[in-house]
């Protein structure tokens, strides 16, 4: 079991940062892929970053290439979603999710523990 808690989230005006953070804790956290998801109201969860177990890894989702950065500290068992250039379209509730085996995944169907979410709102 890995429990998982995100830290970050609140208001912003469109151009500007966030930084999310998700704490884990339960097992091994290096033994897991570790990703970032979104859902905006009326809308699918949709994939924005993962990370690999090492950090070497990473995957984004074209809306945010460029703009979001995925990174993780192993000794603190916690991985981070750095946001910058915000935009309105980004407003939704973010979690964080885990996932075993051998490589990356972007369909919310391949983690198997996620967090309570953390919402995200960006001014216009």
């Known amino acids: 079991q890995v429990q998982l808690v995100e830290s970050g989230g609140g208001l912003v005006q469109a151009g500007g940062s966030l930084r999310l953070s998700c704490a884990a804790s339960?097992?091994?956290?290096?033994?897991?892929?570790m990703g970032w998801f979104r859902q905006a109201p009326g809308k699918e969860r949709e994939f924005v970053a993962t990370i690999s177990w090492s950090g070497v890894s990473t995957y984004y989702a074209d809306s945010v290439k460029g703009r979001f950065s995925i990174s993780r500290d192993n000794a603190r068992n916690t991985v981070y979603l750095q946001m910058n250039s915000l935009k309105h379209e980004d407003t939704a509730v973010y979690y964080c999710?885990?996932?075993?085996?051998?490589?990356?995944?972007?369909?919310?169907?391949?983690?198997?523990?996620w967090g309570q979410g953390t919402q995200v709102s960006v001014s216009s």
């Open positions: 999710a885990a996932k075993q085996g051998l490589r990356t995944g972007v369909r919310s169907d391949e983690y198997e523990y």
């Open positions: 339960g097992h091994t956290f290096i033994r897991y892929y």
